[in-house]
């Protein structure tokens, strides 16, 4: 699954670390999403959706819908 997670992270100078502990997972498991190695589960897209403040949709793409906005 395509995501801006790496982009969104990045624009607020966070390490995957700091994300990590935002989310309450691990750093493992952030660089994980990020390369595309590991979809989150539904409530973990939730939480990543509300801590940028954005909707799920304009951060994570599945491969069959194209581009992200």
């Known amino acids: 699954m395509k995501n801006r997670l ?3 992270r ?3 100078d966070w390490s995957q670390g700091d994300l990590a502990e935002r989310l309450q997972v691990s750093r493992q498991s952030v660089n994980a999403i990020e390369t595309g190695k590991y979809d989150p589960s539904l409530p973990l897209a939730f939480r990543i959706a509300e ?3 954005r909707a799920i949709e ?3 793409a599945s491969p069959s819908r194209g581009e992200l906005k």
Do not use: G, P, Q, S
């Open 10 to 12: 990045a624009e607020r």
């Open 51 to 53: 801590l940028f403040d």
């Open 58 to 60: 304009d951060i994570f």
């Open 6 to 8: 790496k982009v969104l």
